[in-house]
Structures are given as structure tokens and as C-alpha cells.
């Protein structure tokens, strides 16, 4: 399985963008780059998924680098609501997802 | 609510003794997933069906789990002479036709005394 790399834990104030990287240094060309967030108590929450190019979403934006090697996880705007753990996976079709242990989003007011 | 339903959310069992957890999908979605998670990591693929063929488990999936998709409908997570190492958070989740979007259910948290 393709391998991903996150900060344990970020901070942002409230109203501010938040930029969440991850690196993914051995991905294949026919790897999705898939976020998911994990609320408290809840169970993960697809966010966006891209393959090259970047992409938004009502959510949030997805950029990927143009060798594909990393990617940033963009909130425009923070909110309470978006602290959450984030998990960056890389996936290809017909493959399971595997999680990682993410990074823990504070969101400070 | 139309979402994944899972029951109970919360299960307290003595050593041994047998569980099992439910998972109703999302309405016509015809690929489900169960998960474990512990504290401070990731959710774990435990196994997945199609309909109701079982077409995939983990090796995290020993002799004492096992899993059921009767109908392609509701699914449950079965767990014989707990552990406990078995206490987790068991997740499900359910994925439509044509699409790779998991959808997540709420989890079953497990507590083995």
C-alpha cells in the first residue's frame, strides 16, 4: 500500500484558511489522493479526492502538486465545526482504503 | 436519517462472551465495509462485500470474527470469546455502485472487561 505523510496535529484561528499538507512521496500514476475528516464520536467524512489537477468542492479545495509527490488540503475558512482529525490516503481502483493516523485539527476561537 | 445506521453505539461485555453488532447502508448501495479503530489511530479494514459475497478480509480478521451480508442488505460484525484487545470502535460503511466515496456510520464503541 502507498504510503502518506501528515503532521501529527495543527492549530488555526477561527475564520482563517488553513492549509493541511500531506506527502506522498512513492505514489503510483493511477493513485486517487482521498481526504477524509473524523468529527468527534462520529465515524470518518469524505471531504474531496482528486487524481491531478485541483479541485474544489463546497468543502473544501484539494491542491496537488505537478509531480504529484504532495498534496495541501485548503479550508478557506476555519470554523469551530472543522476541528477533526484529517487523514490523507492514497488509493487505486479495487484497493481498500488505508488510514493513516491523520492530523488532529484545532480550531482556536 | 438516511445515513449508515449501526447498533448498538456502545456495547460493555465481560471477557468471552460472544457480540454482535448491526450495520444497515445507505439504501441501494451495494459495496459495505467494516472497520476497527483504537485511540489515537486510524480506522483498520477489517473486511467488505459486494452484495452479499464477502470478496475480501484482513488479516486483523481472526477465527473468532466473523461477518454476515445475508441479503446484500444489513450486515453484522460477529466477535466469539472477546478479548480484550477487542475493545474498539467498529465502524461501517457503504459505498454506491460506480463511485469510491465511503460513507461512515457512527460505530459501535466495544468495551471488553
Known amino acids: 500500500d502507498a504510503k502518506t505523510t501528515q503532521p501529527n496535529s495543527m492549530e488555526s484561528n477561527e475564520e482563517e484558511p488553513v492549509h493541511l499538507p500531506c506527502n506522498h512521496s512513492?505514489?503510483?500514476?493511477?493513485?486517487?489522493i482521498h481526504w477524509y475528516r473524523q468529527l468527534p464520536s462520529q465515524g470518518p467524512e469524505y471531504v474531496i479526492h482528486?487524481?491531478?489537477s485541483n479541485v474544489n468542492n463546497r468543502m473544501a479545495s484539494l491542491a496537488i502538486a505537478e509531480d504529484r509527490k504532495s498534496s495541501t488540503l485548503i479550508l478557506h475558512r476555519a470554523t469551530l465545526r472543522d476541528a477533526a482529525v484529517y487523514y490523507c490516503?492514497?488509493?487505486?481502483?479495487?484497493?481498500?482504503?488505508?488510514f493513516g493516523p491523520g492530523t488532529r485539527l484545532s480550531v482556536l476561537p | 436519517d438516511t445515513g449508515v445506521s449501526q447498533d448498538p453505539r456502545h456495547k460493555i461485555t465481560k471477557r468471552g462472551q460472544n457480540v454482535t453488532f448491526r450495520c444497515d447502508p445507505i439504501?441501494?448501495?451495494?459495496?459495505l465495509y467494516w472497520y476497527r479503530q483504537t485511540l489515537g489511530q486510524g480506522p483498520e479494514f477489517l473486511t467488505y462485500f459486494q452484495n452479499e459475497a464477502q470478496l475480501e478480509k484482513s488479516r486483523l480478521l481472526s477465527d473468532r470474527f466473523s461477518a454476515e451480508r445475508p441479503k446484500g442488505s444489513f450486515s453484522t460484525l460477529e466477535i466469539q470469546r472477546t478479548e480484550q484487545g477487542d475493545s474498539a470502535m467498529y465502524l461501517c460503511?457503504?459505498?454506491?455502485?460506480?463511485?469510491?466515496?465511503?460513507?461512515f456510520g457512527a460505530g459501535t464503541r466495544l468495551s471488553v472487561l
Open positions: 512513492t505514489i503510483s500514476g493511477t493513485d486517487y
Open positions: 460503511a457503504s459505498t454506491p455502485r460506480g463511485e469510491s466515496i465511503q460513507y
Open positions: 439504501s441501494e448501495h451495494n459495496r
Open positions: 490516503i492514497l488509493r487505486n481502483y479495487g484497493q481498500n482504503f488505508v
Open positions: 482528486g487524481l491531478t
